[in-house]
């Protein structure tokens, strides 16, 4: 999928239908859509969507920010829009909003058996710098914190 036919933007109200769909399909424990609606009214927080050149919601990303750090929540694609490279741009999409917002650092958790995400994270510049046991309530599977310093000139964008 060319980028060119790519445009990410924050998620209004009428996007939630579609990005809870996405989310229902991407995780193991999906979170409800009021998780979502409430997101929307937070100073800090942000859902930005990525849509398609029919400007259907194919991703989005959820992270909050908070004084020089921004908390990646959730980043998830659409199962037809995987694999081509949706997740990469909406990375490349959040470390400019870091450094839009100059941001020191991005965070994150994961879980440990998510490979995809962990080569994802660790291909933008991320690095395992802690672990959290036991941490996902619902399966007791332990994350792996990862950050990116974006002093240290990481990551790539």
């Avoid at 579609?18 to 989310?23: G, L, Q, S, T, Y």
């Amino acid at each position: 999928m060319s980028e060119a036919v790519l445009c990410i933007e924050p998620m209004t109200d009428a996007d939630l239908d579609e990005v809870d769909a996405i989310e229902q399909c991407s995780f193991p424990h999906p979170w409800p859509a009021q998780v979502f609606r409430d997101e929307l009214t937070r100073a800090w927080a942000r859902v930005d969507v990525i849509r398609d050149g029919a400007r259907r919601v194919a991703g989005f990303c959820n992270y909050w920010i908070v004084r020089d750090e921004i908390h990646l929540l959730a980043i998830a694609t659409h199962p037809e829009m995987r694999r081509r490279g949706l997740g990469a741009r909406l990375m490349r999409h959040l470390v400019a909003e870091a450094r839009r917002h100059q941001c020191r650092y991005i965070t994150l958790e994961v879980r440990k058996s998510n490979q995809a995400a962990i080569a994802l994270y660790r291909g933008h510049g991320f690095l395992a710098v802690g672990l959290r046991p036991r941490y996902y309530q619902e399966d007791g599977e332990d994350a792996l914190v990862m950050t990116a310093d974006l002093e240290a000139g990481e990551p790539d964008v």
